[in-house]
């Protein structure tokens, strides 16, 4: 079968709250925005399962500070291994420092002691922190007793799934920041009939884009099945 | 509202604004042209809502006033009347009188006020450009555009001023066409923005002058270009245009030199016989020849030979006739240059030397 290949078009999503489907999560962008411009929470503790879009806000907390001229910094600390914890010197000039996955420091003695440094120097300076995590700060294998409590001290939040409808909502939002529509009954289909994970998703909604470009097609539910299939074929 | 006109005078604002006007309407004011005289000039415009044609045409006697025709009608009756005909216009109550030595024409007409305004917010970027400079970078690009793609940025042409820099993109996703040249003014700004297809296509039309002097305004949702006595509008595609700086960033094979003429004619005869629908042909590059092979499902089959200008590993990549026809067609030079990324992901097309454009056809998987 002869085919076309496409243009690689990119789309540099930017990770800002404007391309976040909130969805049941609203309130949660509304506490991180407030944190951000320091009229909220000075800690805020993210959690929950992975795909939900913790990585995403956090960044838009840095885009929005980036904005608003304050300055930021974040770091993912599930990156291969742990940095020196030599890392943290000097952060607590920043006014908002986001920590992706601390859960990864839990058991490292010396980035347990580190952090725990550098929370109350940046506390006392009155700066907001914002970290994210897959458990409960309960839940988190700290063994610092100290660092744990103040882990919890600050407003926890856990991030919820998107319903099965929001889902849809978010496909169609997703896809129309790439340029191209998805109608309700293909969101619908690809739900039930592919992944539910909103990351495995996003994959396939690239790959989507990628095909409909090369056949010149809109997504429509017999195209959708076609491509699928060819896919499971490879 | 009265006045005489002599039928070359008209005829050629007519034309161009009537091409706007689309012929469904939903709103029939819409196929009507919009007629004002104020002072000792006559004002037309044509419009679709996404697209607006103004023309300004000077008039030695006139009563002021305003009414809409039937565009259609009135460009029919004025390209039918000879040559140099002196053509009177009246507004009597609800109708207007066309009269022209021994014609006579009662036309149906809509009030003015009900014509719809476009609306235009504030166009606060502005550059000078010469008509012919413009037309040549629209004429380069337009072609690889696409034509009703489910991605709105496709169905148009990128815009990209920075400072004197003036680039144009348009792609179909298949191939991509990209015009470069200096503005003789610096603008002192940096902006992209997309122009809709039609508008384009539209304004590509009017650019007959290549001596004459455009002004073009924009902001981020609107453009108006002034053409002499015309000024043309249109809404702008409300989207972002993709990056695509990545096909650049490869390892090429060496340059292949072709005689443009001999490449299109061979192309031509052997996508006789492509697949009706991907017209996909087959290159075979090796040292000094190209041989063109291609079949269809009929199991019939074509085949070609050229002689290149080529050193290096021998390559096969193929493609569709057409997107290669088209880019090759639009090439100035007698010789066309290929550039094929190495892992035959693209090709690059041009011409020997700067030329400011350069096209990308992507190939096809055989």
Not at chain 1, 116 to 129: A, W
Not at chain 1, 181 to 186: D, G, L, M, S, Y
Not at chain 2, 263 to 271: P, Q
């Amino acid at each position: 079968m002869a085919e076309q290949l496409p243009l690689h078009f990119e789309f540099r999503a930017n990770q800002t709250f404007n391309d976040f489907f909130p969805g049941t999560n609203r309130e949660i962008v509304t506490h991180l925005q407030r944190c951000v411009a320091g009229l909220g929470e000075q800690q805020i503790f993210l959690w929950g399962k992975s795909g939900l879009g913790k990585t995403h806000l956090l960044q838009a907390c840095c885009h929005q500070a980036q904005r608003q001229n304050i300055r930021s910094f974040y770091f993912d600390l599930a990156h291969a291994e742990l940095p020196d914890p030599a890392i943290l010197d000097g952060l607590d000039e920043y006014d908002v420092v986001c920590f992706d996955n601390i859960e990864c420091i839990a058991g490292n003695a010396d980035w347990e002691l580190a952090f725990f440094n550098f929370f109350n120097r940046h506390r006392d300076r009155g700066h907001k922190l914002i970290v994210s995590s897959c458990a409960a700060p309960n839940d988190l294998a700290i063994r610092l007793p100290d660092l744990k409590t103040r882990l919890n001290w600050g407003l926890a939040l856990k991030i919820q799934p998107l319903t099965d409808s929001d889902r849809i909502a978010a496909l169609i939002f997703k896809a129309d920041q790439m340029g191209f529509e998805i109608a309700p009954q293909t969101g619908r289909f690809l739900l039930t009939h592919y992944d539910r994970d909103l990351a495995g998703l996003w994959a396939l909604l690239e790959k989507l884009d990628k095909a409909s470009l090369a056949a010149k097609r809109k997504l429509t539910v017999p195209f959708l099945k076609q491509i699928l299939n060819e896919d499971s074929h490879d | 509202m009265k006045f005489i006109i002599n039928r070359e005078e008209i005829l050629l604002p007519l034309q161009q604004i009537v091409s706007v006007i689309e012929k469904r309407q939903t709103m029939p004011i819409l196929s009507n042209v919009l007629m004002v005289i104020e002072g000792d000039q006559l004002t037309l415009t044509g419009t679709d809502l996404e697209i607006q044609i103004i023309a300004k045409i000077n008039i030695a006697t006139a009563d002021p006033g305003s009414i809409t025709v039937p565009a259609r009608k009135f460009l029919d009756i004025c390209r039918l009347l000879p040559n140099g005909a002196e053509i009177k216009f009246e507004l009597q109550d609800d109708k207007v009188k066309i009269a022209s030595s021994r014609s006579r024409f009662s036309l149906s007409c809509l009030p003015a006020d009900n014509y719809p305004e476009f609306a235009e917010s504030e166009l606060e970027n502005h550059l000078f450009i010469n008509a012919g400079k413009f037309k040549k970078a629209l004429d380069k690009t337009v072609f690889c555009m696409a034509n009703q793609d489910v991605r709105y940025y496709l169905n148009g042409l990128l815009l990209n001023v920075s400072n004197s820099k003036l680039k144009l993109v348009a792609s179909d996703g298949h191939r991509l066409s990209i015009y470069e040249d200096n503005l003789d003014q610096p603008t002192g700004f940096e902006s992209r923005i997309i122009l809709p297809r039609k508008g384009v296509l539209e304004l590509s039309r009017l650019l007959d002058d290549p001596e004459a002097e455009l002004k073009v305004e924009f902001s981020s949702n609107n453009i108006r270009i002034f053409i002499k006595n015309l000024i043309f509008s249109a809404k702008l595609v409300d989207s972002k245009y993709p990056d695509f700086g990545k096909v650049f960033q490869q390892e090429f094979f060496n340059q292949i030199h072709i005689q443009k003429q001999f490449l299109k004619e061979a192309l031509t005869r052997v996508a006789i016989l492509a697949n009706e629908k991907f017209k996909g042909v087959t290159f075979d590059i090796s040292p000094g020849s190209l041989k063109m092979s291609t079949h269809n499902p009929e199991h019939d089959e074509a085949e070609e030979e050229l002689v290149i200008e080529y050193t290096g590993e021998p390559l096969t990549i193929a493609f569709n006739a057409q997107y290669l026809l088209d880019a090759v067609s639009n090439l100035d030079s007698e010789l066309a240059v290929l550039t094929i990324a190495s892992n035959a992901s693209s090709c690059f097309i041009d011409e020997p030397g700067d030329c400011g454009y350069k096209f990308i056809v992507m190939p096809m998987r055989l």
